[in-house]
Protein backbone atom coordinates (compact mmCIF):
# COMPACT_ATOMS: atom_id res chain seq x y z
CA UNK A 1 0.00 0.00 0.00
CA UNK A 2 1.17 3.34 -0.88
CA UNK A 3 0.10 6.80 0.72
CA UNK A 4 0.08 9.79 -1.39
CA UNK A 5 -0.24 13.48 -0.16
CA UNK A 6 -0.10 16.48 -2.50
CA UNK A 7 0.35 20.29 -1.83
CA UNK A 8 1.29 23.69 -3.10
CA UNK A 9 -1.72 24.24 -4.90
CA UNK A 10 -3.39 27.69 -4.36
CA UNK A 11 -4.55 31.24 -6.49
CA UNK A 12 -2.13 32.40 -9.07
CA UNK A 13 -2.19 34.99 -11.97
CA UNK A 14 -1.76 33.79 -15.19
CA UNK A 15 1.76 33.72 -16.25
CA UNK A 16 2.92 32.76 -12.55
CA UNK A 17 4.31 29.61 -11.17
CA UNK A 18 3.76 27.08 -8.64
CA UNK A 19 5.46 23.50 -7.24
CA UNK A 20 3.17 21.16 -6.39
CA UNK A 21 4.78 17.90 -3.89
CA UNK A 22 3.29 14.81 -3.58
CA UNK A 23 4.78 13.07 -0.47
CA UNK A 24 4.23 9.13 -0.69
CA UNK A 25 4.53 6.66 2.40
CA UNK A 26 4.56 2.47 2.17
CA UNK A 27 6.33 0.78 0.48
CA UNK A 28 9.44 1.71 -1.45
CA UNK A 29 8.52 5.25 -3.67
CA UNK A 30 11.86 4.79 -5.46
CA UNK A 31 10.47 1.21 -7.26
CA UNK A 32 7.06 3.61 -8.39
CA UNK A 33 6.52 5.24 -11.46
CA UNK A 34 4.63 8.32 -10.46
CA UNK A 35 2.05 10.32 -12.35
CA UNK A 36 0.46 13.65 -12.15
CA UNK A 37 -3.12 14.19 -13.69
CA UNK A 38 -5.91 16.93 -13.38
CA UNK A 39 -9.48 17.08 -13.62
CA UNK A 40 -10.83 20.65 -14.46
CA UNK A 41 -14.55 21.34 -13.02
CA UNK A 42 -17.16 19.66 -15.87
CA UNK A 43 -14.21 17.79 -17.75
CA UNK A 44 -12.88 14.20 -17.76
CA UNK A 45 -9.18 13.70 -15.47
CA UNK A 46 -6.58 14.00 -17.98
CA UNK A 47 -2.74 13.25 -18.23
CA UNK A 48 -0.18 15.96 -17.09
CA UNK A 49 3.27 14.27 -16.61
CA UNK A 50 4.64 11.00 -15.45
CA UNK A 51 8.61 10.18 -14.14
CA UNK A 52 9.94 6.63 -14.04
CA UNK A 53 11.87 5.32 -11.16
CA UNK A 54 14.49 6.13 -13.59
CA UNK A 55 13.74 9.62 -13.75
CA UNK A 56 12.55 9.13 -17.62
CA UNK A 57 9.62 11.86 -18.11
CA UNK A 58 6.58 11.99 -20.63
CA UNK A 59 4.76 14.79 -20.42
CA UNK A 60 1.27 15.91 -22.32
CA UNK A 61 2.15 18.38 -25.02
CA UNK A 62 -0.16 21.11 -23.74
CA UNK A 63 2.36 21.42 -20.83
CA UNK A 64 5.96 20.47 -22.35
CA UNK A 65 8.26 23.21 -22.09
CA UNK A 66 6.18 25.05 -19.11
CA UNK A 67 5.94 21.92 -16.37
CA UNK A 68 8.45 19.83 -15.25
CA UNK A 69 8.39 17.01 -13.55
CA UNK A 70 11.22 15.57 -10.89
CA UNK A 71 11.13 13.00 -8.17
CA UNK A 72 14.14 13.09 -4.86
CA UNK A 73 13.63 9.28 -3.91
CA UNK A 74 15.25 10.02 -0.55
CA UNK A 75 12.65 12.31 0.57
CA UNK A 76 9.86 10.05 -1.23
CA UNK A 77 8.64 13.27 -3.17
CA UNK A 78 7.40 13.78 -6.73
CA UNK A 79 7.14 17.20 -7.63
CA UNK A 80 5.66 18.80 -10.39
CA UNK A 81 7.22 22.76 -11.25
CA UNK A 82 5.00 24.55 -13.01
CA UNK A 83 5.86 28.18 -14.97
CA UNK A 84 3.98 29.98 -17.41
CA UNK A 85 0.90 28.92 -15.71
CA UNK A 86 -2.75 29.98 -18.10
CA UNK A 87 -5.90 29.99 -16.71
CA UNK A 88 -6.73 26.80 -18.58
CA UNK A 89 -4.33 25.04 -16.12
CA UNK A 90 -7.37 25.32 -13.66
CA UNK A 91 -7.80 21.88 -12.01
CA UNK A 92 -7.69 20.27 -9.25
CA UNK A 93 -4.33 18.40 -9.69
CA UNK A 94 -3.48 14.45 -8.56
CA UNK A 95 -0.69 12.51 -7.79
CA UNK A 96 -0.55 8.56 -8.70
CA UNK A 97 1.73 5.90 -8.15
CA UNK A 98 2.07 2.52 -10.19
CA UNK A 99 4.51 -0.39 -9.36
CA UNK A 100 5.61 -0.58 -13.43
CA UNK A 101 6.82 1.59 -16.32
CA UNK A 102 5.51 4.55 -16.54
CA UNK A 103 2.04 5.25 -18.05
CA UNK A 104 -0.16 7.98 -19.67
CA UNK A 105 -3.72 6.37 -18.87
CA UNK A 106 -5.37 7.53 -15.36
CA UNK A 107 -6.70 3.41 -14.92
CA UNK A 108 -3.14 2.30 -15.26
CA UNK A 109 -2.16 3.63 -11.85
CA UNK A 110 -2.58 1.66 -8.66
CA UNK A 111 -2.66 4.69 -6.07
CA UNK A 112 -3.82 7.84 -5.81
CA UNK A 113 -3.87 11.18 -3.88
CA UNK A 114 -6.35 13.43 -2.79
CA UNK A 115 -5.51 16.02 -4.83
CA UNK A 116 -4.67 19.72 -4.57
CA UNK A 117 -6.88 22.77 -6.08
CA UNK A 118 -4.76 25.24 -8.59
CA UNK A 119 -6.63 28.41 -9.82
CA UNK A 120 -4.79 30.37 -12.45
CA UNK A 121 -6.69 34.01 -12.83
CA UNK A 122 -6.59 35.75 -16.19
Known amino acids: QVQLVESGGGLVQAGGSLRLSCAAS????????MGWFRQAPGKEREFVAA???????YYTDSVKGRFTISRDNAKNTVYLEMNSLKPEDTAVYYC????????????????WGQGTQVTVSS
Open 96 to 111: AARSQFIHYKDYAYDY
Open 26 to 33: GRTFSNYA
Open 51 to 57: ISWRGIT
